[in-house]
């Protein structure tokens, strides 16, 4: 059975604040997926549109196929392109769902530009994270929490009941249909 507990989820949702303390509850190791290929140069190059590195993922899947079967026990990944990892090394993928309008607010906040907020609550709204998990994982190692209104530690909690099996692993959000989104989606849509 694969070692990577992954927390993955659109930028801003909050994975390193619950990948850190669920590391720390469960006494694992954290590996965080953009500080490794910075530590060791693990990409090709930069965006200059948006700002970002772009990875070098042959040489990041060696890298993370290396430190997985040489770890002992599970390691927490925290990254939003997890699913880099091959399957094999994976043991379950938890995306952390936020509602689309409080991560509108939260990237605005960090200062970001008007196209990069956008394009990012637009992956939230689509569901891009668990879409990719899922074209890489059987659906029974993909979990959503959402985690609109929760202390981190109440986030940690459905996580640790998911892994003992107390609590159901399942792909269920769908900002799309709901009601309350309506108007935020259509207004967001229409100001490109
Ligand atoms: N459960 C929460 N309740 C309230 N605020 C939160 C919660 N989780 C995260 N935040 C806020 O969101 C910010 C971003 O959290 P964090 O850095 O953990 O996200 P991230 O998903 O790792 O982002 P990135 O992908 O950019 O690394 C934090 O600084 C904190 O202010
Ligand atoms: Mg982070």
Known sequence: ???????????????????????????LS??????????E??????????????????????RLTELLSGSESDVIVDSHYGEVIPDEFVKTVF??????????????????????????????????CTYNALN???????????VTNKEVDEVVEEIVNVLNNVKECEVWVDWLSNEALKDFITELLNTS
């Open 1 to 27: 059975m694969g070692k990577a507990i992954v927390i993955s989820g659109t930028p801003g949702v909050g994975k390193t604040l619950v990948a850190t303390r669920l590391a720390s509850r469960l006494g």
């Open 30 to 39: 954290y590996l965080n997926l953009s500080d490794l290929v910075v530590r």
């Open 41 to 62: 140069s693990l990409y090709v190059g930069v965006d200059e549109v948006r700002g970002s590195l772009i990875i070098d993922e042959e040489r990041l899947v060696s």
């Open 95 to 128: 995306v952390l769902r936020l509602n689309p309008a409080v991560l509108y607010e939260r990237l605005a906040s960090r200062g970001w530009g008007k196209e990069k907020v956008r394009e990012n609550v637009e992956a939230e709204i689509l569901g891009i």
């Open 136 to 146: 890489e994982h059987p659906e029974t190692k993909v979990c959503e929490v959402d």
